[in-house]
Each structure stands twice: as C-alpha cells, then as structure tokens.
T-cell receptor
Framework: AQSVTQLDSQVPVFEEAPVELRCNYS??????LFWYVQYPNQGLQLLLK??????LVESINGFEAEFNKSQTSFHLRKPSVHISDTAEYFC????????????FGAGTRLAVHP | DTGVSQDPRHKITKRGQNVTFRCDPI?????LYWYRQTLGQGPEFLTY????????KSRLLSDRFSAERPKGSFSTLEIQRTEQGDSAMYLC??????????????FGPGTRLTVL
C-alpha cells in the first residue's frame, strides 16, 4: 500500500518570496508522483508529474519538484510566488503500471500575502 | 475536449434520502474514477471503471453506495439512505489508457453533498 504525508497544512508567504511545500511518500513498489492544485471553487488540476528520467520536473508556471528516492520525497518549490498562486496543493502517488489509482496527501494551503 | 463534467454541482438532502450523481468523462476516455474529499482532507479513492467494468471498489464504499457505467461512457454514483457522514465533495476523474497522456487523470468540478 502507498501513503502520502504533506508535512505542512498551511504555508503563509509574502508575494515574491520563495516557497517549498513538502511531500513524503511511503511505498513498497515503484510509484509515479504528482502535484495537483485546487484553486478556490475549482476542480483539481495537474501541476506536474514525475514518471521516470530526470528527477527534476517543472511546470509551465514556474513551479518545480524534485524526486528524491533515498528520502522518499517529492517537494514542490517556486523561487518567487504570486498572489495568484494562492490555492490548495495536493501531492499524490500511484503505482507504476495498473490503472493508476491516486493516493493523495491531506493537502497544503498556500496563502500568498501582498 | 470539453473536460469532465459533473451534475449536480451542489446537492442538499435530508438524512435517509437517496441521491444520485452523474459524471460525464472526456469523450473516448475509457478509465473513470470516483473520489471523495472531506473538509481538510485530500481526495480518497472510491471506485474505478475500465470501460463499463467496475474493477475496484474501496472499502470506503459501504453497501449503501453503488456506481455504474452502463455503456462505458457516463457514470452514476448513488448513495442510499444518506447519513450526515456522507457529506463531502464527490469528484470524478477520467483518463485514457491508450493515449500518451494516459497517466494523467482529468478531474471534474465535483458535486458537493450536504446531508442535513
């Protein structure tokens, strides 16, 4: 079985500051890793994913995450946040192969202040 | 590609009533998933369909819950004799086994259920 732990339930940060949202996972089998974002009153959107290859993955809006197998982590970072980044962020894993049922963490609420 | 749609977006019901939700996946997506999200938690997997076959049901799905995908297109999730603990956001997602983006699940906006 897989599990995901998001270490911070809320992260307040000022605009243009860097941010890191932490995610650790547990699994006895190989997994794919995902970050989803949920803006207020909207559905979940895929932000970025790690399937294989380079351990550093990037999104189109400046976020990046690094897969660290030895530490079983997949932390999300952004060097300079904007007000519009205020949202709930969910880390998720799925087994490689099969039908990719997602196991989510509890979420981290990122609040960007002016 | 019109995205995943869910209906209704909000449902308020009294305890003991039956409710049914509908999910229309992205056309030609053969995989369909239902998740439940309670306040302050991440989504939890409920069930999975590949075409019309229901291949997995979570232990979270009690006997009061039933899901169908009769023609391998839209899906319905029914909750019988609702309880206050059923209050949650019910999310539907779809993906394509055959596309290069088959790993990615596309989520609908959800149906928020409130049981009074």
């Amino acid at each position: 079985a897989q599990s995901v732990t998001q270490l911070d339930s809320q992260v307040p940060v000022f605009e243009e500051a860097p941010v890191e949202l932490r995610c650790n996972y547990s699994s006895s089998v190989s997994v794919y890793l995902f970050w989803y974002v949920q803006y207020p009153n909207q559905g979940l959107q895929l932000l970025l994913k790690y399937l294989s290859g380079s351990t550093l993955v990037e999104s189109i809006n400046g976020f990046e995450a690094e897969f660290n197998k030895s530490q079983t982590s997949f932390h999300l970072r952004k060097p300079s946040v904007h007000i519009s980044d205020t949202a709930e962020y969910f880390c998720a894993v799925s087994r490689t192969g099969g039908y990719n049922k997602l196991i989510f963490g509890a979420g981290t609420r990122l609040a960007v202040h002016p | 590609d019109t995205g995943v749609s869910q209906d209704p977006r909000h449902k308020i019901t009294k305890r003991g009533q039956n409710v049914t939700f509908r999910c229309d996946p992205i056309s030609e997506h053969n995989r369909l998933y239902w998740y439940r999200q309670t306040l302050g938690q991440g989504p939890e997997f409920l069930t999975y369909f590949q075409n019309e076959a229901q291949l997995e049901k979570s232990r979270l799905l009690s006997d009061r819950f039933s899901a169908e995908r009769p023609k391998g297109s839209f899906s319905t999730l029914e909750i019988q004799r609702t309880e206050q603990g059923d209050s949650a956001m019910y999310l539907c997602a779809s993906s394509s086994q055959t596309s290069g983006r088959g790993i990615e699940q596309f989520f609908g906006p959800g149906t928020r259920l409130t049981v009074l």
